[in-house]
Every structure is written in C-alpha cells, then in structure tokens.
C-alpha cells in the first residue's frame, strides 16, 4: 500500500503564497505520477497540476497556470506545490494524488492513490 501525507495548508491573505508538500511512504516503487487536485464546498474535485516520474511533463490548470508551481523530489518521495498570487477562488481542499504509471495526467480517475486532504483559505 502507498500511504500519502499532505501538508502546509492554511489561511492566507489574498496575493500572499503557501507551499504544499506531500509525503509518499510504504511501497513507494509503486508510484509514478503525481498530481494535486483540489475541490471547493459544493464543486466536483478538480486538476491543479500533475507532474510525469521523471518532471519532464507537467500540466497545469488554467486557473493557476503562472502562478502555481508543480516539483517532486524522487529521493524524498515528495511532491510540491508552491502556490503565489493567491485568489479567494483557490479556497479549496488540496489533495495529492499517485498513480503506477509514469505519464502525467489530469484525469483524477486515473489516479490510485489519494492522500486526505489540506485545506487552503485565501482571504481576501
């Protein structure tokens, strides 16, 4: 099994940035892809970034294309999102998702393995 942990979620004022993190433990061979997406009250859970096993392919939302940053660091198992320019709308839960296969995608079907969530809240 593959157990994911995010974190660095918060309140933050409009234009402020956060990063998340999300750590990947257990049988983590098994992960390949990786992605953040997140899902406001009341709206179905959608694409912020994903990011292929070796980064040389990432998408990204166009709500959040130029201000979000995907990464991972292979050898920590971790995979990051720095957040800038931040928006009221961005007010969302942010999980982190892996899957086995090494291409990116921005289908949360397609995606395995979820992490429980951490929820950011820009003020504005």
């Known amino acids: 099994q593959v157990q994911l942990v995010e974190s660095g979620g918060g309140l933050v004022q409009a234009g402020g940035s956060l990063r998340l993190s999300c750590a990947a433990s257990?049988?983590?061979?098994?992960?390949?892809?990786m992605a953040w997406f997140r899902q406001a009250p009341g709206t179905e859970r959608e694409i912020a970034a994903a990011?292929?096993?070796?980064?040389?392919?990432?998408y990204y939302a166009d709500s959040v294309k130029g201000r979000f940053t995907i990464s991972r660091d292979n050898a920590k198992n971790t995979v990051y999102l720095q957040m800038n320019s931040l928006k009221p709308e961005d007010t969302a839960v942010y999980y982190c998702?892996?899957?086995?296969?090494?291409?990116?995608?921005?289908?949360?079907?397609?995606?395995?393995?979820w992490g429980q969530g951490t929820q950011v809240t820009v003020s504005s």
């Open positions: 998702a892996a899957d086995p296969s090494p291409v990116a995608s921005m289908r949360f079907k397609e995606y395995a393995y």
């Open positions: 990011i292929s096993w070796s980064g040389g392919r990432i």
């Open positions: 257990g049988r983590t061979s098994s992960i390949y892809r």
